[in-house]
């Protein structure tokens, strides 16, 4: 592979040093990594806990499982290619329970890198946004196939788009809409004069969140993860945009607080975020929020 190539693969962990100050991992214990991709955290997680035969590491994109099996497979780790929901219920089937449990939601670098999964507005690619890539649906799909109504839904709520009725009338009205380039440039149009981001980024936020189901997935998974700990054990999850912070957010609150049924402890009341330095590095930090809890020992 050339250095180019080499790095469109690489991905660098947000939040690693907080991540491992509120995971706290110590030797031996069991790690669940719901959203592993290049396996960052994982690796620094698992040089200390140094338990893989006791570490399940889940991601719905090939490529990462593939980077995870190189990774990981030797050591004794589990891999398993899925979605997050579906790679819980397994679990919680199975009976098993983690002293560590990671979600890093979102997509990876090189998902944004590699123009061929189509899901930058920066670099020309397929319509396809498609975390995995044995689903049918992407976003070709749903460009040029939902009815204007349901487009203008679909931006309007997945990525808070105020010009939403707009974009979807001008996305209808210019089909059949191949790339990315092509449908960042209709959607700009919606939005003459200066903007401090570009126009398209809501659109392409709200059609990537819709291809995947993250909403949905999330918000079906989290009570699974409170089941998946063990008491005492901690649960990092970091989000990258406000609707699925919302969703942890407000299912933290929950299950935990001073109600005698709380099975939940709060690490930290505010969400920790990346310093300047970090950002100045990784730019994917600028938007990661992490929020931690603790399983309270009954
Ligand atoms: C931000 S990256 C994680 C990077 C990882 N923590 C690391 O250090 O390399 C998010 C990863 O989660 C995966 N992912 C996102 N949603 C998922 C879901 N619902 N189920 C399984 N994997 C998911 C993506 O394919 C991507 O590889």
């Not at 907080?18 to 110590?26: A, G, R, S, Y």
């Not at 593939?66 to 790679?87: C, E, M, N, P, V």
């Amino acid at each position: 592979m050339d250095r180019k190539n080499q790095n469109k693969d690489k991905h660098t962990p947000v939040l690693l040093t907080k991540v491992l100050q509120v995971l706290d991992p110590k030797k031996g214990e069991t790690y669940l990594d719901l959203t592993a991709g290049y396996g960052g955290h994982a690796m620094a997680v698992t040089q200390l806990t140094r338990n893989y035969k006791g570490c399940v590491l889940v991601d719905r994109d090939i490529e990462a499982v593939k980077s995870l099996q190189t990774l990981f497979q030797d050591k004794g780790a589990r891999i398993i290619h899925s979605d997050f929901l579906s790679a819980s219920e397994s679990l919680q089937g199975e009976g098993q329970q983690f002293d560590l449990v990671l979600a890093d939601l979102g997509v990876s670098s090189p998902h944004l890198d590699k123009a061929s999964r189509g899901f930058s507005f920066a670099k020309d690619g397929p319509l396809d946004m498609r975390m995995d890539q044995t689903q049918a649906l992407s976003a070709h799909t749903i460009v040029n196939s939902y009815s204007e109504a349901l487009l203008s839904d679909l931006i309007l709520r997945y990525g808070e788009e105020p010009k939403a009725r707009q974009i979807a009338r001008r996305i209808v009205v210019s089909r059949p809409i191949e790339t990315t380039a092509q449908l960042a440039t209709i959607v700009a149009k919606a939005w003459p004069g200066h903007s401090k981001v570009h126009p398209a980024t809501r659109t392409f936020q709200a059609l990537r969140i819709a291809v995947n189901n993250e909403l949905e997935l999330l918000r079906l998974s989290l009570p699974i993860w409170k089941d998946l700990l063990k008491p005492g054990g901690r649960m990092v999850i970091i989000s990258f945009h406000s609707l699925e912070d919302r969703l942890v957010k407000q299912f933290l609150k929950e299950h935990s607080g001073n109600n005698y049924d709380a099975e939940l402890r709060l690490i930290g009341k505010q969400p920790a975020i990346g310093d300047s330095q970090e950002i100045a590095l990784n730019p994917r930090a600028r938007s990661a929020k992490l929020r931690a809890a603790v399983k309270i020992k009954t």
